[in-house]
């Protein structure tokens, strides 16, 4: 896993910690949408990152011609993932915008690369596909107005440390599930 680089482009604001957090927490359970200040960027959707579908997921299906999805290795029957084309882009970003917005996989309404911020952790930032993603989470600056956010953010980033995962979204991800074990 690597360390956070320096700062290009300028400071983006990623909203009080502890606000962010407990929306994260709800985005990875599957109880609410991320709520990230994207702006005009798509750079999730033109890293080459293959999308995960769960079978409980029709409406998503519905909206994804199925020659695009193929089977997700290692998942049961009905997990499927949506692959990217020859420049790495979701199929679905048409004319730089998510054709299927209202209807988006689960994994699209969870994914927020503040997560990376938080953390205190680069994503694959030698994966040249990713470059875009790990520029723009080095940008995002998030507030503590409390010690409490504070003592939250020392958590996640403790849990980083500790936690053990497979790739570096992953460790996020477990970092922020985990983190109260890493409050003082």
Known sequence: MTERRSNEGGDLPAGDFSSWLHGMQAAIAGNAAADVPCGACTACCTSSQFVHIEPDEADTRAHIP?????????????HVLLGY???GHCPMLVD?????????PRTCRAYDCRIFAAVGLDVD?????????A?????WRFGFPT????RRHAAVRAAARSVRATSVTQLAVRAVEQYEEFLS
């Open 147 to 150: 010690d409490d956010d504070r």
């Open 85 to 87: 084309d020859e420049r």
């Open 135 to 139: 520029r723009r989470s080095r940008r």
């Open 96 to 104: 730089g915008r998510c054709s299927i917005y209202d209807h988006r």
């Open 125 to 133: 930032a030698e994966d040249e596909h990713k470059e875009e993603i």
């Open 66 to 78: 199925a020659e695009l999805l193929f089977p997700a290795p290692g998942r049961p029957k009905g």
